[in-house]
């Protein structure tokens, strides 16, 4: 049965339940989303159709697995990538089902190529490697730590789980869980273990250090989608809610890592206009939480051309994180360009070599963890940053990541696949401050106002 999110005029939920509930086998109410966006927004797995549902008084959105067709395909002045026009029916066959035959859940568990394993090492070659020594070096963390080591922050963590017996005594802030039987702290593929030690590692427990060791972490572990066996946006969207909700309960910052599932080819041309990238640019303006997302490894899951970035990942007010090697070269994964915001990637991150991976570690070899690995690096930088400069606005750090990024092309501002450059951490934290005068920080306000359709 289909998933949908359902959206309703505030105060009239109860009439259009009572006219649509023999149709609904499950309902999920994003209390959060619904706050930002001042409608009521529910999740609900159901027989519904967008044409019947909009006739029901109080029904103002309907999207679902495949909203793409209800917008009718138009090219959103938001595309950056050529040729993102009508689709024809063979494409949107592609779209509604946008599983390429190289990653068949046979070959890959959780059906995405990010899960590719190395070779089984152990600490100490992790540590002899010196990868990620050089990685922290590179991004200006090791500078960064003579400010803060993200004290007071929480990094959120959307993925698979993590082994809890990696995490040390008072790094866990708090989780969450799609259902009884899914347990945070158990991790079958060892991705989420990765991405949430790489942010927050604590040195006299783990080993090594991550890039904010100080920062606490939030799992939140969804149920993976039993079709594809990646996460479905139906979980995907509650755990942003329960994300959003904390950090505004808790009058906090959350600074929320999505490095896991949502992939595909051709569903990446999806229009930028639905329930859940509207509530993401609404959530940006309470500055109680800031999305950092992985760029995507799509050149690995048999798409055939440079394809952009898909849409969430890469509105203005997301930070999204594409990757290069440890010669700083980009990585040939590695999505390039934004469908929702020209400039995307915001920045870079080093990968190469070992990662902790699960109960142990992995030797990803020239893969690096993926652009996972390098979202996790950014959040662990959003942490410092908001550490030493709590009061200042998400779009002001984003601003601050560009302005202090260093360059990786010929353009000093922007440049296709690395954005505004590599990472660097400290200078980041120097900048913040005069950040509004950085002309990224007007470019993006200018861009949401006047430009974007998502509104």
Aim: net charge neutral.
């Amino acid at each position: 049965m289909p998933t949908y999110a359902l959206e309703i005029t505030m105060g009239q939920t109860n009439q259009v339940f009572r006219e649509i509930s023999p149709l609904i086998q499950e309902a999920h109410r994003l209390k959060w989303f619904g706050l930002v966006l001042n409608s009521d927004i529910w999740i609900v797995i159901s027989k519904l159709t967008r044409s019947s549902s909009l006739r029901v008084p109080g029904v103002l959105n309907i999207e679902g697995a495949a909203e793409h067709v209800f917008y009718g395909f138009p090219r959103m002045r938001e595309a950056t990538e050529p040729g993102i026009e009508r689709l024809t029916p063979e494409e949107v066959g592609e779209i509604v089902a946008p599983t390429p035959n190289v990653n068949v859940a046979a070959n890959f568990p959780f059906g995405t190529v990010t899960f590719r394993l190395g070779p089984e090492v152990d600490l100490n070659y992790f540590t002899n490697d010196g990868s990620w020594d050089r990685t922290l070096d590179f991004i200006g963390a090791k500078r960064a730590w003579s400010y803060n080591r993200g004290e007071g922050s929480i990094i959120a963590v959307i993925d698979s789980g993590i082994e809890g017996d990696r995490l040390a005594p008072g790094q866990l802030a708090n989780t969450w869980s799609s259902g009884p039987g899914i347990n945070p702290f158990s991790d079958a593929v060892g991705h989420g273990t990765m991405v949430g030690l790489l942010a927050t590692a604590r040195p006299w427990y783990s080993g090594f250090s991550g890039v904010a060791p100080a920062a606490t972490l939030f799992v939140l572990k969804p149920r993976p989608d039993v079709k594809k066996h990646i996460m479905s946006t139906h979980d995907l969207m509650i755990a942003i809610d329960h994300a959003l909700g904390f950090g505004i309960q808790a009058n906090k910052r959350v600074i929320l890592n999505n490095s896991w599932g949502l992939w595909g080819c051709k569903s990446l041309l999806l229009p930028c206009k639905i329930i859940l990238t509207r509530a993401l640019v609404a959530a940006d303006r309470t500055n109680k939480i800031l999305v950092v997302w992985a760029a995507g490894n799509n050149e690995m899951l048999g798409c055939n051309t440079g394809v952009s970035s898909w849409c969430m990942n890469s509105l203005a007010t997301s930070v999204n994180v594409g990757a290069v090697n440890l010669d700083l070269a980009l990585q040939p994964y590695s999505s390039v360009g934004g469908q929702c915001y020209p400039l995307t990637p915001t920045v870079v991150c080093p990968t190469g070599g070992p990662l902790p991976w699960g109960n142990g570690f992995r030797d990803m070899g020239d893969f690096g963890g993926f652009t996972s690995a390098c979202a996790a690096q950014v959040s662990g930088a959003m942490a410092l940053l908001n550490t030493a400069h709590p009061g200042l606005t998400n779009a002001e750090l984003r601003a601050a990541l560009r302005a202090s990024a260093r360059r990786l092309g010929p353009d000093p501002d922007f440049n296709p696949g690395t954005g505004s450059g590599l990472l660097q951490i400290d200078r980041a934290i120097i900048a913040a401050p005069t950040a509004r005068r950085d002309p990224s920080f007007l470019y993006e306000q200018v861009f949401l106002d006047r430009v974007s359709t998502v509104k």
